[in-house]
């Protein structure tokens, strides 16, 4: 082997450590741009083959003819006496060439499969569209309808993000990164927490709005791990260091339970729910708080309520004590009507004796606070047409207008019996 073929063969070999290429793909890479060169020669066979000896770095040309099926019936030596000349003009191109896709191709198998990793950058270049992060070797794209709204990106500045994409191009790896992704929460909990890491602690569900608040629910493999303790730690160390990196977002841990009631009491925390009723028709879950809670659990702008409901996956109806009681209020149906004397009376639509305007007024009392009770002539009434009275049939008040309009279109002597509406319906 020649001083010139041993120089080369150590120059390949040299490169493809440094490049972290193999020999073998940058002599397939030669052997190929070889084969290109000898044909734009005048004379050159229409089919060849060039030959690299890995041992002795000997280049030969060999033309070839192929008969109709494509297989070679004659072979040929057709090495030019100038192509050591052309061989190492067409290596230095094929060479670098190769090196430049070799080198795209070991970054985008470095980021391949990474999609819901987390990586820490250097913020490089800001503007309306989008942020570049600095990840070493290649870097981030971090796309404006990806970042926090209100968080801002100083040059230099470093901080971890979610990866959502990795796109291969001809420039090489595109790596699409998110600040605002859920996933950025469940990431930064596992390298905080190690009980989730190990996989003692889950994390079983999230839900995000980026910049103001996050919930996730937690769930633990060990019953002697308290899950909610482990991701909080210390006097809040581990959480307040996810806090930090989101720049003062808040994060609520709760509980994970398979029954739907605890979890939507939990999620709704830190208020505290009553009641649940779940409609599994309709996926609504109807909770019921003390008055003084609501406001809490429904949150500023709705936004405890929303988050708990994208947590839980139900649709939340918040309502108070109070409220609830005004809806399930039924009033007694029935009518005010003129009887044979003139007198308006109500009578129920279940049957049962008419109550006079007169007698519904005595029956009547009036709460320590001011609001009208029904008194037992109402209950008699209810009681007599088999209803179930939960709330006074419509007040004293409207009864007595009832009746005084009635008397004064008997007394005007039209013999027209009046409205039965006109005292006010159920």
Known sequence: MSKT????????????RDKGISVDT?????????????????????????????????????????????????????????????????????????IREAERDLKYEEYAGREGDIVAGIVQQTDNRYTLLDLGKVEALLPQAEQV???????????????VEVRKTTKGPQIVVSRS?????????????????????????????????????????????????????????RVRMVTNELRGERIDVVPFADDPVEFIQAALQPARVREVRLDDQTG?????????????????????????????????????????????????????VQDEAGEMVWRPAEGGE???ASAWSAAAGTSEGGEEVPGPAAAEAGSAGGGDVKAAV???????????GGADAAAAGDGAPSDPDAGGGA
């Open 5 to 16: 073929n041993f120089d080369f063969l150590d120059a390949l070999g040299q490169i493809a």
């Open 26 to 98: 940058l002599l397939d890479a030669l052997a190929n741009a070889l084969v290109a060169a000898y044909k734009r020669r005048p004379g050159a066979a229409e089919e060849a083959v060039v030959t690299i000896d890995p041992e002795t770095g000997e280049i030969r040309v060999y033309g070839q003819e192929l008969d109709e099926n494509g297989d070679v019936v004659r072979e040929w030596d057709d090495t030019p006496a100038d192509f050591g000349r052309i061989a190492a003009q067409t290596a230095k191109q094929v060479i670098m060439q190769r």
């Open 149 to 163: 709204p209100y968080e801002r990106y100083e040059h230099g500045a470093r901080l971890k993000a979610y990866i």
């Open 181 to 237: 992704h859920p996933g950025l929460v469940k990431r930064l909990f596992e390298l905080e927490v190690p009980e989730i890491s190990s996989g003692v602690v889950e994390i079983r569900a999230a839900a995000r709005e980026p910049g103001h608040r996050t919930k996730i629910a937690v769930w633990s493999n060990d019953p002697n791990v308290d899950p909610v303790g482990a991701c909080v730690g210390a006097r809040g160390s």
């Open 284 to 336: 609504t879950a109807t909770v019921v708080v003390s008055d003084y809670q609501l406001s809490l659990a429904i949150g500023k702008e709705g936004q405890n309520a929303r988050l708990a409901a994208r947590l839980t996956g139900w649709r939340i109806d918040i309502k108070s004590e109070s409220q609830l009681a005004d809806e399930e209020q039924e009033w007694a149906e029935g009518e005010w």
């Open 354 to 356: 008419a109550v006079s």
């Open 394 to 404: 419509p007040d004293a008040a409207a009864a007595g207008d009832a009746a005084a």
